[in-house]
């Protein structure tokens, strides 16, 4: 017996959002709609991970300047 659960959806949004990160940012919501046309849950996925990412920004891409001496005083 195999599980047929949420698998082939999760599958389908990395497809999506993998394929719209590799376009520029102003292209990426235009895409996703247009590749998620007619399945609207896929679509909410891809674009709510979009915008978390777009929300979290550089966040660890940018190194901490932080003196480590400092944080043990």
């Known amino acids: 017996m195999?599980?047929?659960g949420?698998?082939?959806?999760?599958?389908a949004v990395d497809e999506v959002l993998?394929?719209?990160?590799?376009r520029p940012a102003d292209e990426r919501l235009r895409f996703v709609r247009?590749?998620?046309a007619g399945n609207p849950e896929l679509?909410?996925?891809v674009e709510e991970?979009?915008?978390?990412?777009?929300?979290?920004?550089?966040f660890l891409e940018q190194p901490i300047?932080?003196?480590?001496d400092d944080l043990l005083e």
């Open 2 to 4: 195999t599980d047929d």
């Open 6 to 11: 949420p698998a082939p959806r999760w599958e």
């Open 18 to 22: 993998s394929a719209a990160l590799e």
């Open 34 to 36: 247009a590749r998620t």
């Open 43 to 45: 679509a909410t996925a």
């Open 49 to 58: 991970l979009l915008a978390a990412g777009d929300a979290a920004g550089s």
């Open 65 to 68: 300047d932080v003196d480590a």
